[in-house]
């Protein structure tokens, strides 16, 4: 399934070509995504904190797409807000790893999703990098009912 998910993104969402990444592991508990910094990096010769927020970003959608998906669920599902925190430097290859959902706040999303066709949930995502966590990002994301679309994985 990984490879799916990697083409997938790779194919619908151009900017993680761009940010060459890898899906590590992708299923409906957890997810991770590695990025080497050569495409990611600025002028300090380190990551650039744009490509560590658009990671942490496809990394929080993927884990609620792919949940979503594994209780078949069809939805449109976007970002909605974000925030990242900078600790460290990241001066090599990073990779973004979600928090778990706990049941109870995905009970909660998807009983709102199922009684208004529209639910919002939060997603925290470590970025990880030198086996240091050198940013920390949550995001809300939107999941709108949608028609099923078999090309998803």
Do not use: C
């Amino acid at each position: 399934m990984d490879s799916n998910v990697e083409a997938y993104l790779r194919k619908h969402i151009p900017l993680s070509a761009g940010l060459d990444i890898t899906v590590l592991k992708a299923d409906h508990s957890n997810v991770s995504i590695e990025a080497p910094l050569p495409p990611n990096i600025n002028h300090q010769s380190t990551a650039f904190g744009g490509s560590l927020a658009a990671l942490a970003i496809l990394t929080g959608w993927a884990l609620v797409h792919l949940r979503l998906r594994s209780e078949g669920l069809v939805t449109e599902t976007v970002i909605h807000s974000s925030a990242v925190r900078y600790d460290l430097p990241v001066k090599g290859t990073f990779k973004a790893v979600t928090e778990g959902i706990t049941d109870k706040v995905w009970s909660r999303f998807t009983q709102t999703l199922a009684k208004r066709g529209k639910g919002r949930i939060r997603v925290t995502v470590n970025l990880e990098s030198e086996g240091e966590v050198a940013a920390s990002f949550e995001g809300a994301y939107v999941a709108i009912t949608a028609k099923d679309d078999p090309t998803v994985p």
